[in-house]
């Protein structure tokens, strides 16, 4: 692979990118991906998979690159013992608060208290404006 491993987040919908802007003003520092199927992409913007130290381009959901961030720690945690460091990363009120938020994410999942996920805890390396931000500057 010629090129940083990607990923994309997403919110309630197709539409939802506050997740990439809770990254971009450093309130999202953790998120979660199901073990079964952790090192499979999500889709074309998406590599799954991440390692502590990779450095990672982040996408919007209308496939603009919007930041990148470095993997700083990534771990096995199961449903039912959200660790407060996560539910924090995650942008959380409360592990009671990150586990309905995933419930909404993953309806068709039995999230029991033995449901197992990866924990990926990264910092935000660098933003980037939007492409049409970007060619609006340029014209100035």
Not at 24 to 34: D, H, L, M, R, Y
Request: hydrophobic content about 35%; proline content about 4%; overall charge negative.
């Amino acid at each position: 692979m010629n090129r940083l491993k990607r990923i994309q987040f997403w919110g309630a919908d197709e539409n939802d990118d506050h997740l990439v802007v809770e990254i971009i003003e450093g309130k999202k520092t953790a998120t979660v991906s199901k073990a079964d199927d952790y090192n499979e992409p999500y889709g074309e913007f998406d590599d799954g998979g991440l390692e502590v130290g990779d450095m990672v381009d982040v996408y919007d959901l209308k496939q603009r690159l919007r930041c990148r961030i470095r993997v700083t720690e990534v771990y096995p945690v199961k449903f039912g013992a959200i660790p407060e460091k996560l539910w924090r990363g995650e942008a959380c009120r409360s592990a009671e608060h990150f586990q309905e938020a995933h419930r909404l994410c993953w309806p068709d999942d039995d999230l029991s208290d033995e449901f197992e996920m990866i924990a990926i805890h990264f910092e935000l390396i660098e933003v980037f404006p939007p492409a049409e931000e970007t060619k609006a500057q340029s014209c100035h």
